[in-house]
């Protein structure tokens, strides 16, 4: 039933966004055909384990390679069509996709949000807003900031003074990244670096400028972050190692002498920690944004639950918002599922570790791999494993729990990302309900429900071009990520255990 549910959904959301592509004609359907491309092999597969067919792995990777190659094929024909179309404008998306404009330099006033007094935005102020007590921006000032304004990108129809800032509420007239640029280059020209420009979604649907002033730039974290920071890396480590004895039969910590047998799975488990976290930095760096230091979370379960950071500077569109957070998930997600697939391989009779073959029930993708890799051998009721496979599950149970689609975690990230900040609070408010009633069988469910609402729950804050939505390569990347997320998360029911031969009730 839950693979049924699993591949329903993943059929709605294709045909969902079927209907979302039909109005952009011949280019909407050939993005959509790249999503269809990457969903196909994983629907194709846990739809035949889900009438107890299997295939081996060559035919699994093969159809993943076939995949990849009809997804490139796809790409570059609809670039050839948006050419042909006249709809790429390759200063303004290059200028937006490799060098922000000058409005978008890091700084670290970014660091509180207040909601506006206004109903003109939707659920939160952008970076840089005062105090209720902040006095108004003067007059002139306000006429001097209207000069940007032009017939050819926005036309306001309402001024709001508030606080040290402005709202202008009008109509969008030209292309959204195009009229950013200018409006934010116009900007500069006019005031210098005294202001900060944001274009976002008001509640009417319509756009809506707010020009906000620019607070110091603090040049470094709080020594207080990195000394947590610290500890908290420290207490992580002892827990991995813990993890590791656990795993082993004894306790650690009682046999120290004893580290050289929990170093190598310890090992595992922070190199797929330390794979999320640098893909992280790397991609944040690469595109001038700050991340703060990472705050992991320790746990005797599985060593840690990953880790969570704050955006030190404003992004300058929702594209580099979706980049950080799918580069660690995808960076920590393909290193797990290396080792497992590795440690599969390398499984024998006399392997270090011992499981029950219903072990493999706890997770759907992880039993759907064991059962194309070691056959037969899962029909016993004692399965020998290599230590890679725990090695790589725990991994992908990081990986998953950071993706799920709350708040700030990686995967609310993405879905902030892809569908903007109403939808992701949805999905949020969703996520919190089903770890609640999942806790009825499951009390971690219940740790992480509470974790999200007091650390994670909030949304992402806006960023500078808050309008411009990220390319359909970047959507289907991410409802590939949140599927496979699922897939991770969810168990094997016994009915489908039984015809999958998982177990020696077979």
């Not at 207040?114 to 002139?140: F, H, I, N, V, Y």
């Not at 210098?192 to 020009?211: N, S």
């Not at 990520?481 to 015809?499: D, E, H, K, N, S």
Request: include cysteine; hydrophobic fraction near 50%.
């Amino acid at each position: 039933m839950i693979t049924l549910f699993i591949l329903f959904a993943a059929i709605a959301i294709l045909a969902w966004g079927f209907y979302r592509a039909r109005p952009f004609g011949k280019l909407g359907i050939l993005a959509w055909l790249q999503s269809v491309a990457l969903m196909a092999p994983w629907l194709l597969v846990f739809g035949a384990l889900a009438v107890g067919v299997t295939f081996n792995l060559a035919i699994v990777l093969l159809l993943l390679l076939l995949s990849i190659a009809v997804y490139i094929l796809l790409g570059r024909q609809l670039r050839a069509s948006a050419e042909q179309a006249g709809l790429i404008n390759p200063v303004s998306s290059q200028a937006a996709a490799s060098s922000p404009s000058s409005d978008s330099s890091p700084s670290s006033e970014e660091a509180t949000i207040d909601r506006p007094a206004t109903e003109s935005t939707r659920t939160t102020q952008p970076p840089g807003a005062k105090t209720a007590d902040a006095p108004l921006m003067p007059a002139e000032e306000i006429q001097t900031i209207k000069g940007i304004f032009g017939i050819e990108t926005f036309f306001a129809t309402e001024t709001i003074p508030y606080q040290e800032g402005v709202i202008f509420k009008g109509n969008l007239r030209g292309e959204v990244q195009p009229s950013f640029d200018r409006l934010t280059a116009n900007l500069q020209e006019r005031t210098g670096d005294r202001y900060r420009l944001f274009l976002l979604e008001g509640l009417e649907g319509k756009p809506v400028v707010i020009v906000l002033p620019r607070a110091p730039e603090k040049k470094s974290v709080a020594i207080a972050q990195w000394i947590l920071s610290l500890v908290l890396i420290v207490a992580t480590i002892a827990t991995c190692l813990e993890t590791s004895g656990l795993l082993r039969g004894f306790d650690f910590f009682s046999e120290l002498t004893r580290w050289r047998e929990v170093l190598p799975v310890a090992s595992g488990i922070l190199l797929v920690l330390a794979a999320t976290e640098i893909a992280h930095r790397i991609t944040a760096a690469r595109q001038q944004i700050r991340l703060s230091p990472p705050y992991f979370i320790p746990t005797w379960q599985i060593g840690s639950f990953g880790s969570f950071f704050r955006f030190e500077s404003v992004l300058p569109d929702r594209n580099r918002l979706f980049d950080v957070a799918f580069a660690g998930s995808a960076a920590g997600g393909a290193v797990s599922l290396s080792l497992l697939v590795v440690g599969l391989l390398l499984s024998r009779p006399d392997s270090l570790f011992q499981l029950p073959a219903n072990f493999f029930e706890g997770s759907l993708l992880v039993g759907s791999l064991a059962r194309i890799v070691l056959g037969e051998t899962l029909k016993q009721s004692l399965v020998a494993i290599h230590p890679l496979v725990l090695v790589g599950w725990i991994g992908l149970v990081v990986t998953a729990i950071n993706l799920m689609p709350a708040g700030q975690l990686n995967g609310g990230r993405i879905v902030q990302a892809i569908y903007g900040r109403k939808v992701a609070g949805r999905t949020t408010i969703a996520t919190v309900i089903v770890l609640g009633l999942a806790s009825l069988v499951n009390p971690l469910a219940l740790y992480w429900a509470v974790l999200i609402l007091f650390l994670q729950r909030d949304l992402e804050r806006p960023a500078l071009n808050e309008l411009t939505e990220p390319d359909d390569a970047r959507a289907a990347l991410g409802l590939l990520a949140l599927f496979l997320m699922a897939a991770t998360l969810l168990p094997i029911t016994p009915g489908l255990a039984g015809r999958l031969g998982i177990g020696s009730s077979f």
